[in-house]
Nanobody, 130 residues
């Protein structure tokens, strides 16, 4: 069964850190770009960051630049989202999703629509509150 599983979410105080993991099973991530998305209550899902299959580049939305870092370890079939300096507005369910690397030949990962991402995880809750 092909799936992605996120972990590492939780409750953290403002200014704190969390590291989310996105582990793939049933397929190799080596040829997939990975995106991180989040959805806050009452809001639409938004892209947060993405990374290409071989880590050629990563992209971040402005609100997380300098605070979040996406990395991957293809040997472990896992992608990470290190989140530092967390703010209450970062509270959301965080999802990872995989997109075929062939779609990234002529477009950046942040230029893809969500429905082009083929596999999605179930999400992990991140709550930033004092």
């Amino acid at each position: 069964q092909l799936q992605l599983v996120e972990s590492g979410g939780g409750l953290v105080q403002p200014g704190g850190s969390l590291r989310l993991s996105c582990a793939a099973s049933g397929f190799s991530m080596n040829h997939y770009g990975i995106g991180w998305f989040r959805q806050a209550p009452g809001k639409e899902r938004e892209g947060v960051s993405c990374i290409t299959s071989s880590s050629e580049y990563t992209v971040y939305i402005d609100s997380v630049k300098g605070r979040f870092t996406t990395s991957r370890d293809n040997a472990k079939n896992t992608v990470y989202l290190q989140m530092n300096g967390l703010k209450p507005e970062d509270t959301a369910v965080y999802f990872c999703a995989a997109v075929r690397g062939s779609l990234l030949l002529f477009r950046r990962c942040d230029q893809l629509s969500m429905n082009e991402y083929e596999y999605w995880g179930q999400g992990t809750q991140v709550t930033v509150s004092s």
